[in-house]
């Protein structure tokens, strides 16, 4: 139920495609986040960390300690196989609902397909 | 309002998760997180009170996040852990009593010879006491009932019982003073240091003696009991 729960949740979507090109730690994913989103989403930072944990215990994403050049350690997570599994399933049920919003609403590029 | 200060954001997030053991873990990840937050804030001209506030608020509510962290950090294996450091210390106390400490078990049993109603009419006081290799066993002395009972009363004790293991059924075999076997109907009961041989219907008035030879893997050990020293009992 739990595990169904986080994987379901959108932002848990977002920081599985943030993964998906590259091992990355919390704060760098926030100021990605903010970056490709163009500030968007503004998710409290905090409340990614229960989503990563969430990831962690789901499989879905690993975690590892690196120090940073500062000699700072550094939580990195890494999406597993069976994150980029759930995270292609995802895309195709994200793609058929924006595809049927489009429609719905009249999108451009639908109305020729 | 909450105070924003780093240390009592953290403070907060961890009294929502109940098991300890993933405090520190979740305290200093989410700490390099605000630290790297108020770093740039510093870059970008803020005073270190003004960065440390505005980070923090950046985090969210701290009660929230903890909540949410908590379910992702049941104590399941803590407590499994707890469970099963509690059966290994009452497991190795039981042993440590049991193997090593065999006659220590008289602490918590009363003695079979004090909970047997008998009536004595007299008694036979002796302390013999003979060691083969590591068994040391002991004649200790005997009743005799108003029933025409002989209860003999032995304790065997084993040095270094780690060596040997568990305690054994001795065997003895019983003479008179002529060397004729006797045989007679008795019983017996023991507990793991103790042992009382009753001999029933003993004809005590013909038999002067009794020797007793305690086989320990064929060895022998020879007890002899005197019938003729009694102690008459009131």
Known sequence: MKNDKILSGSTAMLVLSLLENGDKYGYQMISELEIRSDHTFTLKEGTLYPILHGLVKDGAVESYEKASESGRMRKYYHITRKGLKVLDEKREEWQEFSDAVNKVIGGAAHALA | ?234
């Open chain 2, 1 to 234: 309002m909450p105070l924003l200060s780093k240390r009592s954001f953290l403070l907060d997030v961890c009294s929502q998760v109940s098991w300890k053991g993933a405090h520190k873990e979740i305290c200093e990840e989410l700490d390099a997180h605000i630290q790297e937050r108020m770093e740039r804030l510093e870059r970008l001209g803020r005073t270190p009170e003004e960065a440390e506030k505005e980070a923090v608020t950046a985090m969210g509510d701290p009660i929230q996040i903890g909540k949410e962290l908590n379910r992702y950090h049941k104590p399941y294996l803590s407590w499994i852990l707890n469970l099963s450091w509690g059966v290994i210390i009452v497991s190795v106390i039981y042993l440590a009593v049991s193997v090593l400490w065999p006659w220590g078990s008289n602490l918590f049993v009363q003695k079979y010879s004090d909970q047997i109603d008998k009536k004595v009419l007299w008694s036979i006081d002796t302390d013999q006491k003979q060691q083969i290799d590591n068994r040391v066993v002991r004649l200790t002395g005997a009743d005799f009932t108003e029933e025409g009972d002989l209860y003999v009363y032995w304790e065997t004790e084993l040095l270094e019982p780690y060596r040997n293991g568990w305690s054994f059924s001795p065997l003895y075999n019983t003479f008179d003073q002529d060397g004729e076997k006797i045989e007679v109907e008795g019983s017996s009961f023991s507990s793991s240091s103790e042992q009382i041989r009753v001999y029933r219907g003993l004809d005590v008035e013909t038999i002067k003696s009794m020797t007793f030879i305690y086989d320990a893997y064929h060895r022998n050990m020879e007890f002899v009991l005197d019938l003729t020293q009694r102690r008459e009992v009131q």
